[in-house]
């Protein structure tokens, strides 16, 4: 299984990540998503995917990017995230 273990926030939308295989690849997020989504938009814009942050499975996610309904369909603000596993096949490796 997958985890990251650390991330380094780069120009032009770019994550070094850093797995626990040893490995470090870089994630370029303008080809690895598709920036026709809503929510990748909002990561692009305004370099809000500098805030990203490694959550407690591995993965990288976002804050308040997401959006979901609660029981009464109230439209509440969620994360957005990346699964590591995605974020490693969608990755170049940089560095062993």
Not at 24 to 37: E, Q, Y
Not at 52 to 80: L, Q
Request: charged share 25%; glycine share 6%.
């Amino acid at each position: 299984m997958f985890r990251l273990t650390n991330i380094t926030i780069l120009d032009a939308f770019q994550i070094q990540c850093s797995f626990n295989t040893g490995e470090t690849k870089l994630l370029d997020l303008t080809t690895a998503l598709d920036t026709s989504n809503k929510f990748v938009k909002k990561l692009l814009e305004n370099n809000f995917y500098k805030t990203a942050k490694i959550g407690s499975f591995g993965e990288i996610y976002w804050e308040n990017v997401g959006e979901m309904k609660d029981y009464d369909g109230t439209v509440i603000a969620c994360e957005y995230d990346i699964s590591p596993e995605f974020a490693y096949f969608h990755s170049i490796k940089i560095a062993d």
